[in-house]
């Protein structure tokens, strides 16, 4: 991927007139989609054109929004895809939306004041909150595809969101598991997800512990000699 060049006055601007809008559309879009597929039973054909309307009008904020700051950018389409990769596939799969709100509390705390929590609580709450609405997204995708397919064993939510734990967690039980095409695919992105997020999660950790010790092994008056010299040398 190509380095991302500086961002134009205009361009910083709109982003950060955008966040809340944006914070508020990927709600939308996710509870939109999350109606739809979780009450599809017994929901009236009007109270389904609702949910089609909600999550398609905060589709098209997304879609506007990537077209302008393409437009501020001053760069050619295909640089500005190159540098903005995430942010197109996020525009493709607009069920990832909602993970790129978990940074928005960061850019605020960081533009106000110095953030309140340390890098490794920053890494380890942002990384759970990322699992949980990836694991809740990829839950009810594979619902939506597997509920009523010939041969699935994810026949209710329950089962769905069973599946993406145990995927999440790379245990893989097994005992549920996606036979459709979409269902699989999503399988495989959360895969990886997971494998991602949650070794940036036991990483941190560990590193946070490594960095306490080492606090305390330097306060003084430890109890511990000089590190130069063992006590019987001469």
Not at 97 to 120: I, N
Not at 158 to 187: E, N
Not at 198 to 216: C, K
Request: hydrophobic share 45%; charged share 20%; proline share 7%.
């Amino acid at each position: 991927m190509s380095e991302r060049p500086p961002k134009p006055p205009r361009q910083e601007r709109w982003d950060r007139r955008m966040e809340l809008p944006l914070a508020v559309a990927s709600v939308t879009y996710l509870a939109g989609y999350a109606v739809r597929v979780l009450a599809r039973d017994h929901l009236p054909r009007l109270g389904v054109d609702v949910c089609v309307g909600v999550v398609l009008g905060a589709w098209a904020i997304f879609i506007v929004d990537y077209a302008v700051r393409l437009r501020l950018s001053g760069q050619r389409p295909l640089r500005f895809v190159r540098t903005h990769l995430m942010d197109t596939v996020v525009l493709l799969l607009p069920l990832l939306r909602p993970v790129r709100m978990v940074t928005l509390y960061d850019r605020v705390q960081r533009r106000r004041d110095q953030p309140r929590l340390s890098l490794y609580a920053r890494v380890m709450v942002y990384s759970g909150l990322s699992v949980s609405l990836l694991g809740f997204a990829a839950a009810l995708t594979v619902y939506h595809h597997e509920a009523g397919a010939p041969g699935a064993s994810i026949v209710t939510f329950g089962d769905s969101v069973w599946w993406a734990c145990a995927t999440l967690a790379t245990v893989g039980y097994g005992d549920v598991a996606p036979v459709t095409p979409i269902g699989r695919i999503v399988a495989v992105g959360l895969m990886a997800c997971g494998l991602a997020l949650l070794g940036a999660v036991t990483g941190s950790f560990s590193s946070w512990l490594i960095q306490a010790f080492t606090r305390e092994d330097e306060k003084p008056g430890n109890g511990e000699g000089p590190r130069g010299d063992s006590p019987g040398a001469s």
